[in-house]
Structures are given as structure tokens and as C-alpha cells.
């Protein structure tokens, strides 16, 4: 097993003009490790769905989960979130994930604080059937703001950071349904980002994409992670090589390999990396 | 064995296996046809006969049109006199001894047929008051254990258990749910007083009251309560179902961005399965209108002179009062008294009104779920 270190690339951090009234989140400086997985175990009741995971997550930087279906990417991702608690028997049953030093299984910690740190896009898009600007402040009225103000700014940041501000300005309280499948997602996406959280997950968030939506989708995740520190689950290896900086190869609930994605893709250190990446299996 | 292919008159090779076919296919749809239309024709026949004996006496071709005496007059004993000339007076027992001091004499025969004569009033606003109460007990009730089954219990073989029971609830007769009432609400459930029945089973004293279990006597609460348990097992199943069709995906989505488990059910999962829940509601209103069973032991008497707010507790004795109901009244009016030509009226006109009344609560129920559906729709 190959743990690489992080690369330690300089990434200007730049605040556009046009978020100028709404602060960026706190975060660690780019680069430095946000989520770390240490010897980490995991089952669905008796089954062992991930064996021993070994990872640093990097702070505003694009990391990738690849592999075949079913080896266990979807999982830790859901792992990150505690999301997983929701399936009957689903349990931690070793190591520890630590999320900005603080092992998020351990028995003090509040989930709806850490999920409103660690947010998450699903591979459907799942926005609720209410108007757009609900869809987008949902996550701060579940937290007690009320202040019209705060919640437009905030649905203007986020939709800004969706980049879906221009698309939608003129019709917040039309029926988030109206919009197409892409518009939707980055809802979905604006929705996760208003609570401004410290890391984004999403799960396949492109599979339900046409092409032109997916590129849409992947400009904006390059976009978030001046801001926020996305993991990506993946399916689409091309994908995984256009958004991440780093990779992560899974193969039967093992990480296979984690390095960077020029690394990964194009001078694998193992044997079944080198196989999928070349397409070898699925 | 096959005609030839240059005939423009072939028979069809196929012909004689077909028509067996088709015989056999004619004898199914004429069975099923004809039993859908036997259903089509009871029901047709049910509602005309109402529609043709009933309306009559609601609607009147004079100005207001409708027979506003009928709605707005409690019950009363319907006098029939009849003079020599064989003229016949139809009134009310003061009517009555007028015209009997008027005819003096010239009186042949007097007939008095009870509770037909004046309105229904008495068993409308039972009725209402019952169906009211009752579904806003049935709804709490019901909505909240439906949330706790599909939402926050565990599965396993227990909570199956607890869902057999309560389907198991539904099969229980009417009446005996009648007696469970009387036996509960009306005999033994606990009210706050000072001077608590000797009756009681059980008394603790609470210090500036006490807390006496001697029941809520025949009364609105008593008989909707029961009437709750009659319609409970539907509004739960069907609860259950609406809201396990609200997709995981919102509640997923809501939990992930922070909101606690009862906030995501109360924002992103309720409002979704509402309009559902109210449809099967419906069923319970109108089935919780209709039953007699339960409430006369526990709410309804055959005859009663006061509104619920007449009595001496004003306003505040509206839950607490007995009423008469419309589902009894008709029993009443039906069973209860001799049958003869007078006695029509009150009882085509209870039970046409009882129609009038169980469809406009469908059909508020209907509008209400279809606005609620536009506007929180997937």
C-alpha cells in the first residue's frame, strides 16, 4: 500500500469581487491535511466493507475515490459525514477518522455540527420541491436564521459560488423542478455550500449529467476548491484526471493507491492500478 | 389443407380456433361487466332513491328553496289530528292543543309520532362536533405513531408485532369498540374536580384538585375518542405508506446538511407525505361520520331537547355534553317508532341530509388535497 504525501502545490487563494460580502470559511491553509483516515474499519453488520484505510485528505484541493463498483468509494465518502449511521448495522469497527483534529467517531460529537462542516451532493440531484431560494437557504433556516437579509445574502453567495447566480437571479421563487437536470445539481451544490461548510463531498455527482452539464459541473468543482476542500467519488476516470489533484485508487475495500493524479493515471506504482486505469477491468 | 393462396375470399385458416377463444374471452367479460355494472346499478339505486324521497323535503319550490324549519329546529313529537270532515292537521304539541281546543268535538283522531316532527339541528351539530373532535385526535394520534414506525423505530420483529396489532385493530367489530369506549372514556378515564364520583375507580389527590378516574360520561369527547380508535389502524397504514413513498433522498439531503432527525421529518418529510395522508383521511371522516356502533354508547342519545351549548355549562360544555348524531337519529327514526306515512319525512330527510353532509366532507377534503398536491409535488 502507497500512501503519498500530499503535494504542496501553491494555490492563490482568490476572493472575487463579487463575494466580497460574505466571508470564506474558515479552513486550514491550503494543502495542509483536513481529513485524516487512520487504519480505519468498516462494516455493514458482520460484513467488512473497507479494510484498514490509510489516507490524508489535503485541504482546498480536488481528491478523488476511483475504482470498480462496489469497492467500497461510496462508503468512505459516507464515512466522512457519519451519514452511514442512518443504515441499520452500519458501524466503525476500527481506526479513526479525523476531521480538523478531532476523530468524528468519537462518542462527544454532535453530528448535526459536523455536518453542517462536511457537506455532501448526492449522485442524484435531490432538490426539495420548494422554491429555488428555499432549496438554497434550507440548510440555514434548519439553523435558526431568520434575518431576511442574511438568508438573501447568503442565497446570492451560494448561488454565486453555484455559478448559477445569473441563471437564476430572476426567478428564486419559481419551483426549484423547473430547472434543467445540470441547474439542478448545481443547485444541489449551492444548497450544500449557503452553510458554508469546510468540505464538500459528493458522491458520483456528474452521473446523471449529460456531457455538457458534466463540464459545467467539473469548471465549477476546480472553481469551489479555492474555497472549500472537495471529495469526489467517481465513476468516470477522465473526469477524476480533469477535477483532482490527487487520487485515489479502491479495489475490494482497499485503498489500493493514493498519489497524485498525473502519478495514478500515468505511472501507477501498482499492478492494479495500472490495470484499471488501462481499462484492464471495470 | 390450405385454400389456395389466389382466392381473394380465403378463409381464414385461423377462424375456428378463434372463435372457441373468443366465446370463452365473451363469457369472462360478460362476468366481469356484469358485476361491475350489479355494483354500478346498487349504488345508483341507492342514491336516487335518497335523491328522489329525500330532496323534496330539504328543497322547496317557494323562496328560501330550502326547508330552512328542517335544518334549524331541534327533533320534536309530530301531532296528527284529524276532523270529522276528514281534514288533517299536522303540527306540534302546542299547535296540537290548540287545534284540539279549536275542533273541540268535531275531533275524529289524534296520532303522535315521536321525534318526527321539526328538524334535525340536534343531530346535525352532533355529528359535526363528533367527526371534528374525532379527527384531530385520529391525525395526532395517528400521523405521530405512523412517524414513529417508519421514521424513527428500529425495524425488527417487535415493531412487526406492533403493525399486526394495529391492523389487527381494524378488524375488530364496531360495536365492540362501542363497549371499549364505554368501558374507558365514559367509565373510567380521569378528569380534574374537587369532588370526585364515589364511583371513581381511582382517585389521587393532586393538592389543589384531584385527578379522579371516573370516566367522562356520555359526552362529544367520550364518543370521538372512540370513534378515533374506530378509524386509527387506516390513517396509520395509510400514513405509514405516505410517507415511506417521500423519497430518501430528502431526508438524506437534510440530515447531510445538518438538520436534526425531527427537523428533517418536519421540514422534508412531512409536507410531502400531507397530501397523501389527508386523502386516506377521508375514508376515516366518512366512516367515522357513519358509524353508530361506537357512539351510542358513549356520546349519542335517541332524543336530547338542548344543543351542547344549552346545557348549564354554556360554551363550555360543548365536548363535554351528550348529542344526538345523525347515523343514530336514523336508527332511531327507523327502528325505534311505528312505521307509517307520516313518519317518512323525518326519515328521508335525515338521511338525505346525512349524504349531503358525508360527501361535502369528502369532497372539502378532496379540494384540500389537491391544493396541498400543487404545491408539493415531485
Known sequence: ????????????????????????????????????????????????????????????????FIGPSGCGKSTLLRCFNRINDRIAGAHISGGQVVIKGKNIYDADVDTTQLRRQV????????????????????????????????????????????????????????????????QMQRLCIARAVAVKPDVLLMDEPCSALDPIATLKVEE?????????????????????????????????????????????FGNPQQKKTEDYVRGQFS | MHAPATSALLENPFAKRRSHRETYEF?????????????????????????????????????????????????ETLHVLEDKQGHIYKTDPKGADAIKHQLGDNLRQEKTISYSGGGILGPIVGTFLLVLVCIVIALFLGISSAIYLSEYAKPGKFIEWVRLAILN???VPSVVFGLFGLGVFVLAAPVFTNTPLDRALLVIPLGFTQMSFQGWDTSVLSGAFT???????????????????????????????????????????????????????????????????????TAALAFK??????????????????????????????????????????QYGSVFVFLVLVMTLATASVLLRRKLRAKYKW
Open chain 2, 305 to 346: 331537547d338542548k344543543l351542547p351549548w344549552q346545557g348549564e355549562a354554556g360554551f363550555g360544555g360543548v365536548f363535554t355534553e351528550s348529542v344526538q348524531a345523525l347515523p343514530y337519529h336514523i336508527y332511531t327514526l327507523a327502528a325505534r317508532i311505528p312505521q307509517n306515512e307520516y313518519s317518512e319525512r323525518a
Open chain 1, 119 to 182: 457537506g455532501m451532493v448526492f449522485q442524484k440531484y435531490n432538490p426539495f420541491p420548494k422554491s429555488i431560494y428555499e432549496n438554497v437557504v434550507y440548510g440555514l433556516r434548519i439553523n435558526g436564521v431568520k434575518k431576511k437579509s442574511d438568508l438573501d445574502d447568503a442565497c446570492e453567495y451560494a448561488l454565486k459560488a453555484a455559478a448559477l447566480w445569473e441563471e437564476c437571479k430572476d426567478r428564486l421563487k419559481a419551483n426549484a423542478f423547473g430547472l434543467s437536470g445540470g
Open chain 1, 1 to 64: 500500500m502507497v500512501t503519498a504525501e500530499p503535494p504542496q502545490k501553491a494555490v492563490e487563494v482568490l476572493k472575487t469581487t463579487e463575494t466580497k460580502s460574505v466571508e470564506t470559511p474558515e479552513a486550514a491553509p491550503t494543502g495542509e491535511t483536513m481529513i485524516s483516515v487512520r487504519n480505519m474499519d468498516f462494516n455493514y453488520g458482520t460484513k467488512r466493507a473497507l479494510h484498514g484505510i490509510n489516507m490524508e485528505i489535503p485541504s482546498r484541493q480536488v481528491t478523488a
Open chain 2, 27 to 75: 363469457i369472462v367479460r360478460s362476468v366481469l361487466r356484469g358485476a361491475t355494472y350489479l355494483i354500478l346499478f346498487a349504488t345508483a339505486a341507492i342514491f336516487l332513491h335518497i335523491i328522489v324521497k329525500g330532496s323534496p323535503i330539504l328543497f322547496q319550490a317557494k323562496a328560501p328553496f330550502i326547508n330552512v324549519e328542517f335544518l334549524t329546529k331541534l327533533p
Open chain 1, 220 to 264: 465549477l468543482i476546480v472553481d469551489l476548491k479555492k474555497d472549500y476542500t472537495v471529495v469526489i467519488v467517481t465513476h468516470n476516470m477522465q473526469q477524476a484526471r480533469r477535477v483532482a489533484e490527487l487520487t485515489a485508487f479502491m479495489y475490494l475495500g482497499e485503498l489500493i493507491e493514493f498519489a497524485e493524479t498525473d502519478q495514478i
Open chain 2, 227 to 297: 370513534l378515533a380508535f374506530v378509524i386509527l389502524p387506516v390513517i396509520i397504514t395509510a400514513s405509514e405508506e405516505c410517507l415511506r413513498a417521500v423519497p430518501m433522498g430528502f431526508r438524506e439531503t437534510s440530515l447531510a446538511l445538518g438538520a436534526t432527525r425531527w427537523q428533517t421529518i418536519w421540514r422534508s418529510v412531512l409536507p410531502f407525505a400531507m397530501p397523501g395522508i389527508l386523502t386516506s383521511s377521508i375514508l376515516g371522516i366518512a366512516r367515522a361520520a357513519g358509524e353508530t356502533a361506537p357512539i351510542m354508547f
Open chain 2, 169 to 171: 385493530l381494524a378488524g
